[in-house]
């Protein structure tokens, strides 16, 4: 049994993914930890600081499958560090005097941190990989339905007309504002960590900045302009950009849920013979992806507080924020790629049932298109009249259940500035959906 769900043998998938539980393994983590040691072991050498035998030693040997894991675990738990283990278990592997010059000049948390950028960098590869995925079906989707009428909604109530495409593309939109603020944060996140002791590298003395400078451009990350050992802030945006992130599909698939409903049935998330909604009631279709992404959303923003709480960090060095990182990180980005991945997989296989769409139109037998006779009758009694008088007849409607037709044309008021013909064009939910399909194009022109 696990102990926790991203773990779980039988839950893992609902709560995580293959890449992320790889790329947060503690194989990558250790192999992480030792690309940061060769790389800096690699230009060390080229700067003359190091011997390069010693160097290319390092590299030969910087494997996780020559290390011990349990051996390493052992060493952890009894020395409470985690980096020292590991040099001692590559000065074991290494060869000659190699072992001696790893490590020259760093401190741990320069390791662990840069270590932990690389394992971030990855893991953002893969949410944007299926974030842009997700922008692609939705803008498909947005462009098929651009002029398939339906019922707009405000406060849980029919509103107005809108189309389907519309109400994607505003989806769409905030996708692509999403994939704008994770390659934004980019540049802020994905910086490496090296300062030494206490962020001064004055182990290295002249020859520190050099180092350092070398030393990211060989592993593909940002230079810091200081250290950032107790500055997590990058971390905290990373949380609350994911959150968001997740938020938005959250909010698509709780719409595709509320869309589902028997009532309305205008929206399905791909069903296939199997799939089972109850363990008593057989005929179920339960909208079971949509709701694990909505749980995951939430999940995934009880994680930013958190966050927040390691830019509260003191001194030059504070254990307790990497602790605390440790534990979150790989949670985060588990619970993010799923909810993300999942949601790309509805939208791939989404049923539109555009008979549901039109038949719910005329649910209220008119009403949903008050505003378009209110502004008519406005040309002649004006907005604040025609107003009263359209909701004093909408009123007696949605009470006694009649058609708003019938009505407008029993008050007298109307009757007389109105014809039954151009109630009818009126009361034509096709011909309202004001400026919804010029919108899609912009949204899919992008």
């Known amino acids: 049994m696990s102990a926790y ?48 035998a010693a160097a290319d030693e390092i590299r030969r040997k910087a494997r996780v499958e020559l290390i011990d894991l349990g051996e390493l675990k052992a060493e952890m738990d009894r020395t409470a560090h985690p980096i020292v283990p590991l040099l001692r278990a590559i000065k074991k592997v290494c060869d000659g005097d190699a072992g001696e010059y790893v490590h020259w000049g760093a401190t741990t948390q320069d390791i662990v941190d840069s270590g932990t950028v ?68 980019r540049e802020r996140v994905l910086v490496g960590q090296f300062a030494g002791a206490v962020g001064t590298l004055s182990a290295l003395a002249d020859s520190g900045l050099a180092v350092q400078e070398a030393l990211f451009r060989e592993l593909g990350l940002g230079c810091p302009t200081i250290a950032w050992h107790v500055s997590r802030d990058g971390l905290a945006e990373l949380a609350g950009v994911l959150a968001i992130c997740t938020g938005t599909v959250g909010k698509i698939a709780h719409e595709i849920y509320a869309l589902q409903k028997t009532e309305i049935g205008e929206l399905e998330e791909p069903f296939s013979l199997g799939k089972v909604g109850s363990s008593t009631m057989p005929h179920k279709r339960n909208p079971a992806a949509c709701e694990t992404v909505v749980a995951l959303a939430r999940a ?26 440790r534990e ?39 009403l949903l298109l008050s505003e378009a006779v209110m502004m008519r009758l406005s040309d002649a009694l004006g907005r604040q009249e025609a107003h009263e008088v359209v909701y004093r007849i909408c009123m007696e409607v949605f009470e006694r259940e009649g058609t708003l037709k019938d009505a407008l044309l029993a008050d007298p008021t109307v009757a007389s500035r109105l014809s039954a013909g151009e109630i009818d064009a009126l009361l034509d939910p096709k011909a309202y959906t004001g400026l919804a399909g010029a919108f899609v194009d912009r949204v899919t022109a992008g």
Do not use: C
Not at 306 to 322: I, Q, S
Not at 331 to 355: N, Y
């Open 5 to 52: 769900v991203i773990d779980s043998v039988l839950f893992r998938d609902q709560f995580g993914t293959a890449a992320m539980r790889r790329i947060f393994s503690d194989e990558t983590t250790v192999q992480r930890w030792l690309d940061v040691e060769a790389a800096l072991a690699k230009v060390q050498a080229e700067l003359g600081i190091i011997p390069r």
């Open 118 to 185: 690389l394992q971030l960098r990855d893991g953002l590869d893969e949410i944007e990989r299926d974030l842009r995925g997700l922008l692609e079906n939705l803008l498909q989707l947005a462009g098929t339905y651009r002029d398939q009428v339906m019922v707009g909604r405000s406060h849980g109530q029919q509103a107005l007309p809108i189309t389907f495409g519309y109400k994607v593309a505003v989806w769409a939109e905030e996708v692509r504002r999403n994939l704008q603020r994770l390659g934004q944060m």
């Open 300 to 325: 995934v923003r009880s994680i930013v507080p958190l966050a927040l709480e390691g830019v509260l960090a003191e001194h030059e060095r504070d254990k307790v924020v990497l602790q605390t990182e």
């Open 328 to 366: 979150y990180l790989a949670r985060l980005f588990g619970l993010s790629h799923a909810a993300i991945a999942k949601t790309r997989a509805v939208t791939a296989g989404l049923t539109v049932r555009t008979g549901h769409m039109e038949a719910n139109l005329y649910l209220q037998r008119g």
